[in-house]
Each structure stands twice: as C-alpha cells, then as structure tokens.
C-alpha cells in the first residue's frame, strides 16, 4: 500500500524566508502528484500538479519538483508571506485511488 | 472555473438522525470521493464513484452509504448519525478516463453530532 510522509509537521519561518515543504512516497509507480493548501476549516484549494512524466511546475512564487525514482516531491515557496500561512498537503493518484499525506502546517510570522 | 459544491457548510444533528450531504460537481468528472478529515488522522476515504450508480467502498464506510444517481451529483448518508460521526467531510471529484487526474475539492461540510 502507498505510504505518503510529509516532514516537518509543522514549519514557522519569519516573512520573506524562502523554504521547502518535503513529501515522500513509497511506491513511486504513480500517475501524478499534486501539492494542495488547506484553510481553517475550509477545503483543500489545488496548487500544483505533476504528471509523472513531468519533473517540475510553476505557479507564480511556488515552484513543485517531482522525482519518481526516490520517491520525493518538493515544493518550494518563494519569499514568503502571512498569508502562506495554511497547512499544505501531497497527494499522488494511482490506479484510481488518491493517496495523501498528513501535511506540513506553515506559519509565517510578519 | 471549476466547482465542487457542498450543499452545507455547517450541519448539527442529533444522534440518530439521518443525515444527508450533498455534492454536486460542474467538470463533468467520473470520479467523486468522500473523505472525512479528522485531527491526527488525515483524510480517510469513506466512499467513491466512478459513474452513475457505481460505487465502492473506502477505508472507512461503516455508518455510511452513497447515492450517484446522476453524474454530477454524489450524496452521503448517515442512516443514523452518532457522535463518532462528528468531523468535517470533504467531497471532490476527477477525471476516470484520460486527463491530468487533477483532484478538485469542495469547501467542507462540518457535521456536528450531539
């Protein structure tokens, strides 16, 4: 079964750090994987997804990495900012099934 | 823009009430989940879909059930709803069949049980 880490659990940086979310997978046949950030009480709102063909994607100041072989995935926040504050979650699909990670709680002090 | 709707955001029933949530998804998408999310344990799959009127189970589908009577629409049920079934759920959607896979979720349903 697909095991999804996600280290540290909890992550506080003063505003305009840059910094790296780490998630790590232990079956690394898998179709995509996807970075999320997820609100108080809210949903989990898309980031970034990686195809499993793909090494990397952008999105304005983040920037997601996937390496298959080592069963890694990062994602990197640029300059950061309070209101990056969230918890920031992993997922990989395969054969019709999302696995998750626990997540990485961001804090990032003004 | 792509939406997963939740019919409720917030919900308080009382133990053995039947409990419906609703989801309803506008990306004409196979797939749609339910997951709870509880702190500590992450998010669990209770059940998915693949199509109209399939449905399979997840990790934890003891107390629920699903309906899918149309593609966009995924509904769980609590037949009688007891306090353990406290927590917020989740409820999304993705492509079956070619695609990105990208997995779209709702904004939460927080079901209070007393």
């Known amino acids: 079964k697909q095991e999804v880490t996600q280290i540290p659990a909890a992550l506080s940086v003063p505003e305009g750090e840059n910094l790296v979310l780490n998630c790590s997978f232990t079956?690394?046949?898998?179709?995509?994987l996807q970075w999320f950030r997820q609100d108080p009480g809210k949903g989990l709102t898309s980031l970034l997804l990686?195809?499993?063909?793909?090494r990397e994607q952008t999105s304005g100041r983040l920037n997601a990495s996937l390496d298959k072989s080592s069963g890694r995935s990062t994602l990197y926040i640029a300059a950061s900012q309070p209101g990056d504050s969230a918890t920031y979650l992993c997922?990989?699909?395969?054969?019709?099934?999302?696995?998750f990670g626990s997540g990485t709680k961001l804090n990032v002090k003004p | 823009d792509v939406k997963v709707t939740q019919s409720s955001r917030y919900l308080v029933k009382r133990t053995g009430e039947k409990v419906f949530l609703e989801c309803v998804q506008d990306?004409?998408?196979?797939?749609m989940f339910w997951y709870r999310q509880d702190p500590g344990l992450g998010l669990r799959l209770i059940y998915f879909?693949?199509?109209?009127?399939?449905?399979e189970k997840g990790d934890i589908p003891e107390g629920y059930s699903v309906s899918r009577e149309k593609k966009e629409r995924f509904s769980l049920i609590l037949e009688s709803a007891s306090t353990n079934q406290t927590s917020m759920y989740l409820c999304?959607?993705?492509?079956?069949?070619?695609?990105?896979?990208?997995?779209?979720f709702g904004e939460g349903s927080r079901l209070t049980v007393l």
């Open positions: 879909s693949y199509d109209v009127k399939m449905k």
């Open positions: 999304a959607s993705s492509f079956f069949t070619g695609g990105t896979g990208e997995l779209f």
């Open positions: 997922a990989n699909y395969n054969f019709n099934k999302f696995y």
């Open positions: 990306m004409d998408h196979e797939n």
């Open positions: 990686i195809q499993s063909s793909q």
């Open positions: 079956d690394s046949a898998i179709y995509n």
